[in-house]
């Protein structure tokens, strides 16, 4: 059976293992720690990013947590706490959460200063200033953040089957116990598809609510309100352009 | 943790590590010689740029796992391959330094550059010896990004056979024995903190003008 055959077999669209099923395992894993995720980290990073103070904290645990291998944090988690909805959030969580906190943090730090100054200026009161100035022009790095956290949290999903749980993963990994390799082949189109598709919506998003004002930063140099007092970090990789956040 | 499984494992743990270190930095240096030209190439002509940085944004999007699984049909290698996972990890590098080095060499101010050219500098040696070193300080964040990502993802490798330490995790999870899952996190985190500082310390020594511009702005 070729890949050909295997997608346009009816049995695998129907039933627990179809692919409906499975997809639907995938986006509701992915969604509910994505969510969870920018609730947490957003408001953080935007408030450390408003005050100024703490910053160094954000990017250092950022770059601490890429470090942590995902693969080896999921399997020890499920270990010690079984097959169910927490463990596999706690992992997708802690993946998640450090793209988004540094791409709020640097977005809402790296505002012009004279823009808030101006914002100040004309009576905004901080909240304000926050809410309809640092974040609107925070919008692209933050973005980035949450398309990174995105990418990371679809790929680690699908290495959840691993361990035991559904999602596209499962055709991965069943078709390589089970020696079906076609499954496998099957599996990783649709879990490419998934990812190239979410990648593509949220391009789309972003393109969408991002103040066309703001449109050429991707080739940018870096803006002047860079932070002074972090002379190493500087070149770090704490700016998280999308491609720049770290992958699974 | 039972603390004795380590010594009683030391060979296996140190092999493993250094299966680790080579699936995950040959990559970055494969990676590396591939990106400079083809970043170069997309500085300089629009149409490379249209085509290569969108490619490279399509490339990275893929999970490593999948890349793990496909590659061998391409390539025509067996599954259990590790060339599987170092070609996989030098695409997710190039795919991340072609961006860096072009929006880095573009950078470079047009003065910078004419500069160069009215002392005397052809093309090739200007980029040698001008935009290039230029371009070094981001060329490093974007290596650190890559090392450090890659030294994660290898352990990926594991679910299909073949991954430096990340066997300790798969092992460790078909023995329900958490000792091992643990070292091999631990290790894997400590080769990633160790090659991300010596990235840093190789960008200082690269860029000797930044400390001497550091100092004479905390002097003035």
Not at chain 1, 140 to 167: D, E, F, H, N, S
């Amino acid at each position: 059976m070729n890949i050909v055959g295997w997608f346009t077999d009816p049995t695998h669209w129907s039933g627990p293992d179809g692919v409906p099923t499975r997809v639907l395992e995938q986006l509701y894993y992915s969604v509910l720690a994505l969510l969870v995720a920018v609730v947490i980290a957003v408001p953080i990073g935007a408030l450390v990013g408003h005050t100024g103070r703490g910053g160094f904290l954000i990017v250092g645990l950022a770059n601490w947590l890429r470090s942590l291998p995902d693969f080896g944090l999921l399997i020890l988690l499920v270990l010690l706490a079984g097959v169910h909805l927490i463990p596999v959030m706690v992992a997708l969580l802690v993946l998640a959460i450090p793209p988004l906190l540094a791409g709020t943090y640097a977005g809402v730090s790296n505002v012009d200063r004279s823009v808030v100054d101006a914002a100040r200026g004309v009576g905004m009161r901080e909240r304000d200033v926050l809410l309809r100035v640092e974040i609107p022009n925070a919008l692209p790095l933050l973005l980035g953040g949450l398309r990174a956290a995105t990418l990371q949290v679809i790929a680690t999903t699908a290495i959840a089957a691993y361990v035991g749980y559904g999602g596209l993963g499962r055709y991965l990994i069943d078709g390589l116990h089970r020696h079906i390799y076609v499954e496998m082949a099957a599996g990783a189109v649709l879990v490419a598809i998934l990812a190239l598709v979410v990648e593509g919506i949220l391009a789309a998003v972003q393109r969408a609510v991002v103040s066309p004002g703001l449109r050429p930063t991707d080739s940018r140099a870096r803006p002047p309100s860079e932070p002074k007092n972090e002379p190493t970090r500087a070149d770090a990789p704490d700016r998280p352009n999308p491609d720049m956040a770290g992958v699974t | 943790m039972i603390w004795g499984w380590i010594p009683r494992n030391g060979a296996l743990i140190v092999g493993l590590l250094g299966e680790h270190l080579i699936l995950s930095l040959l990559p970055v240096l494969i990676g590396l010689v591939l990106a400079v030209p083809l970043g170069w190439l997309a500085s300089r002509s629009k149409a490379a740029r249209a085509v290569l940085i969108p490619s490279a944004g399509v490339l990275y999007t893929i999970p490593s796992l999948v890349l793990f699984i496909v590659l061998p049909v391409i390539l025509g290698t067996r599954i259990l391959d590790p060339v599987n996972v170092v070609v996989a990890l030098a695409i997710y590098t190039v795919a991340l330094l072609v961006r860096s080095v072009a929006d880095a060499l573009a950078a470079v101010p047009a003065m910078v550059v004419a500069a160069a050219t009215a002392m005397g500098f052809r093309p090739t040696r200007r980029f040698v010896s001008v935009e290039f070193p230029l371009a070094v300080p981001v060329l490093i964040a974007g290596l650190r990004v890559a090392t450090v990502s890659n030294i994660s993802l290898v352990s990926v490798g594991a679910a299909i056979g073949v991954g430096g330490l990340g066997q300790l995790f798969t092992d460790g999870f078909d023995r329900s024995f958490p000792t091992e899952i643990v070292t091999g996190i631990v290790l894997s985190m400590l080769l990633a903190l160790v090659a991300d500082a010596l990235l840093v310390s190789l960008g200082r020594i690269a860029t000797p003008w930044s400390q001497v511009c550091a100092r004479a702005g905390r002097a003035a």
